[in-house]
């Protein structure tokens, strides 16, 4: 019995620690539209979370930049 318990923790904890490399695999690859459902409350569920909390902000400082630079491209465009 305690090892089909070990083993689900396992199992549980194994495809989270995959979903979390997933994420950052597509972030590595600038895909920042990417989320992460977190379900577990340990502490791999909360580096999940974290992570897609960051996600989050750097696609919102993503598109800041980019409107900024589309705001300057018009300037320029209107001063020629």
Do not use: P, W
Request: net charge negative; charged share 10%; with cysteine.
């Amino acid at each position: 019995l305690g090892c089909y318990v070990a083993m689900g923790i396992l199992t549980a904890l194994n495809h989270s620690v995959h979903s979390v490399n997933n994420l950052t695999q597509q972030l590595k690859n600038g895909n920042f539209s990417q989320t992460l459902a977190v379900h577990s409350r340990d502490v791999i569920g909360e580096v999940a979370h974290n992570l897609t909390a960051m996600v989050g902000q750097v696609a919102q400082l993503i598109n800041n930049i980019q409107s900024s630079a589309d705001q300057v491209n018009k300037l320029s465009v209107e001063l020629q």
